[in-house]
C-alpha cells in the first residue's frame, strides 16, 4: 500500500487546503480593508478621472460641478460648459461621484 494515499492522510489534506483557502481569503479580505483605509480624497479623483467620470466637490463653501479632467498632487481640475475650475484638495469638504 502507498503511504502517501493512506485515508487518514487524505482527509488531513483536505483539511489543511480548506484552512489554507480560508487563511488566504482572510488575509485577502484585510487587506482590500487596509487599502480602502488609506485612501486619500486625491485617490477617489483620479479614479474618477480614468473613468473619465464627472463629480460635484464642495469646495469651502462653494459647489463646483463637472468632468474631473487633472489631478494633480494638490488640485483637480473639473470641466463643464467649456470652463474649467481648479479646485485645492485641501478645500474639498464633500465630493460626489457619478458615472
Given at each position: ?52 467620470a464627472s463629480a460635484s466637490v464642495l469646495a469651502g463653501t462653494e459647489w463646483c460641478a463637472g468632468s474631473v479632467e487633472v ?29
Open positions: 500500500m502507498d503511504p502517501l494515499g493512506h485515508p487518514d492522510l487524505i482527509a488531513v489534506g483536505r483539511r489543511l487546503r480548506q484552512r489554507m483557502d480560508e487563511t488566504l481569503e482572510a488575509e485577502q479580505h484585510a487587506a482590500r480593508a487596509a487599502a480602502m483605509r488609506r485612501r486619500t480624497i486625491r485617490d477617489l479623483l483620479l479614479e474618477a478621472a480614468d473613468r473619465e489631478v494633480g498632487a494638490d488640485h483637480a481640475i473639473l470641466t463643464a460648459g467649456g470652463r474649467s475650475r481648479v479646485v485645492a484638495l485641501a478645500h474639498l469638504a464633500v465630493i460626489e461621484l457619478r458615472q
